[in-house]
T-cell receptor, first 114, second 115 residues
Framework: AQSVTQLGSHVSVSEGALVLLRCNYS??????LFWYVQYPNQGLQLLLK??????LVKGINGFEAEFKKSETSFHLTKPSAHMSDAAEYFC????????????FGTGTRLLVSP | NAGVTQTPKFQVLKTGQSMTLQCAQD?????MYWYRQDPGMGLRLIYY???????DKGEVPNGYNVSRLNKREFSLRLESAAPSQTSVYFC??????????????FGEGSRLTVL
């Protein structure tokens, strides 16, 4: 079985500051890991995914995440926040190859102040 | 390029009423899902359909039924709505490629209020 824990329901940063959103996972098999973003009144869209290739994954809008097996973590970072990054971010895990169900974390709302 | 289309976008029901949420995708995806999103709880899987002709329960199936009408369409039915079903409902689809878990494509959501 898989599960995800996102630390912090809200994270506030200033424009231009580093963004760090934390995600820890639990999986009984080698996991596939995902970060999704949700803008107000919209569905979720994929930011990036880890599927057992490179441990440092680059996504859209300047975001990246690093898979650390020893820490069971997949934290999302961006060097410099922009106002348009304000949204809710979800970490998700699945059990790897073939048909799988994604299990989502509870989400972290990113607030960006001028 | 519609992607995943959900109808209706908003609905208000009284307790005990029934309704169906419709979902259609035009990406020729095999798998379709229904999630509900509640504050502080993330997305929870209600039902899914791995392929046309199959449906299975997810994490929170009680009070819901689904129909995979064809490859494009996957509907969610509330037979007797309860206030606990007030939520935002998302339909999603994917085509799991061999050896890789597929990306989910989401609709814009259906906001349901049960009074």
């Amino acid at each position: 079985a898989q599960s995800v824990t996102q630390l912090g329901s809200h994270v506030s940063v200033s424009e231009g500051a580093l963004v760090l959103l934390r995600c820890n996972y639990s999986s009984s098999v080698p996991p596939y890991l995902f970060w999704y973003v949700q803008y107000p009144n919209q569905g979720l869209q994929l930011l990036l995914k880890y599927t057992s290739a490179a441990t440092l994954v680059k996504g859209i809008n300047g975001f990246e995440a690093e898979f650390k097996k020893s820490e069971t973590s997949f934290h999302l970072t961006k060097p410099s926040a922009h106002m348009s990054d304000a949204a809710e971010y979800f970490c998700a895990v699945s059990g790897g190859t073939g048909f799988q169900k994604l299990v989502f974390g509870t989400g972290t709302r990113l607030l960006v102040s001028p | 390029n519609a992607g995943v289309t959900q109808t209706p976008k908003f609905q208000v029901l009284k307790t005990g009423q029934s309704m169906t949420l419709q979902c259609a995708q035009d990406m020729n995806h095999n798998s379709m899902y229904w999630y509900r999103q509640d504050p502080g709880m993330g997305l929870r899987l209600i039902y899914y359909s791995a392929s046309e002709g199959t449906t299975d329960k997810g994490e929170v199936p009680n009070g819901y039924n689904v129909s995979r009408l064809n490859k494009r369409e996957f509907s969610l039915r509330l037979e007797s709505a309860a206030p606990s079903q007030t939520s935002v409902y998302f339909c999603a689809s994917t085509i799991p490629a061999s050896g890789e878990s597929g990306e989910l494509f989401f609709g814009e959501g259906s906001r349901l209020t049960v009074l």
